[in-house]
């Protein structure tokens, strides 16, 4: 389980064909620092699995629908990314429960500079994840966790602190660009737990 602090921002070295899917090499120093074969690192917001390392970047072995169904097959040699190790037990819970698996990929539809030195995010929001999104809860975006701002049809946005844009992939992100989105897992929960007891209700009418 991950909380969406990012500890530091990779640098993508190369990616290869491995099997039938790539395997993408990255430079880093945080994540390093207790690396092990078969550990989980989160590669903006992905949850994947450390197969080779040595002091200066590590590697991860990404499967088709891993890179068709995240922006992981935006990515090439120079790209940017989050990373973030998964939360010990002891550690500090800073954002919330971001679990690396990604829901879905959307588009920053806007970018702009506020007067108190803040950025507005504006990203397009499709129908099926909605219902998900509410203004002053939580969203995962490439990792990184936010609180959206505000919600309306077919898009929300999230405001951002100086710190967060200089310490994230943010300060590379434009207009048009692809992230990847997790919604809050507790929502989907609840929905769940809801419809069973519809269910159960209206067997019970």
């Known amino acids: 389980m991950f909380t969406g ?15 039938s899917g790539v395997r993408i090499s990255l430079q880093a120093s945080i994540v ?3 690396i092990t074969i078969g550990a989980s690192i989160a590669v903006n917001g992905c949850c994947l699995t450390v197969t080779e390392y040595d002091d200066l970047s590590w590697s991860a072995d990404a499967v088709p ?3 068709n169904r995240t922006s992981l097959g935006t990515l090439v040699a120079g790209s940017k990314v ?3 190790r998964p939360l010990n037990s002891d550690g500090r819970f800073g954002g919330h429960i971001v679990q690396g698996h ?4 959307t588009t920053i539809s806007k970018v702009s500079n506020e007067d108190d030195g803040s950025y507005r995010y504006e990203f397009d929001l499709a129908n099926e994840w909605e219902r998900y999104v509410c203004e002053k809860g939580s969203i995962a975006i490439d990792g990184i966790s936010l609180t959206v701002a505000s919600v309306a ?6 405001a951002i602190i100086p ?3 200089e310490a994230t992939n943010l300060s590379q992100k434009n207009k048009g660009d692809i992230v990847n989105i997790e919604v809050d897992i507790l929502a989907k929960y609840i929905e769940r ?7 159960e209700t209206n067997s019970n009418a």
């Not at 602090?5 to 099997?19: A, F, Q």
């Not at 990604?102 to 990929?105: F, H, K, L, R």
């Not at 737990?193 to 269910?199: A, F, I, V």
């Open 5 to 19: 602090i990012i500890e530091e921002v990779g640098i993508v070295e190369n990616i290869t064909p491995s099997g």
């Open 32 to 34: 390093l620092e207790d």
């Open 65 to 67: 629908e891993t890179m």
């Open 82 to 84: 989050n990373l973030e």
């Open 102 to 105: 990604v829901d879905s990929t």
């Open 153 to 158: 049809s077919n898009k929300f946005s999230v």
């Open 163 to 165: 710190h967060t844009w």
């Open 193 to 199: 737990q809801l419809e069973h007891y519809n269910k």
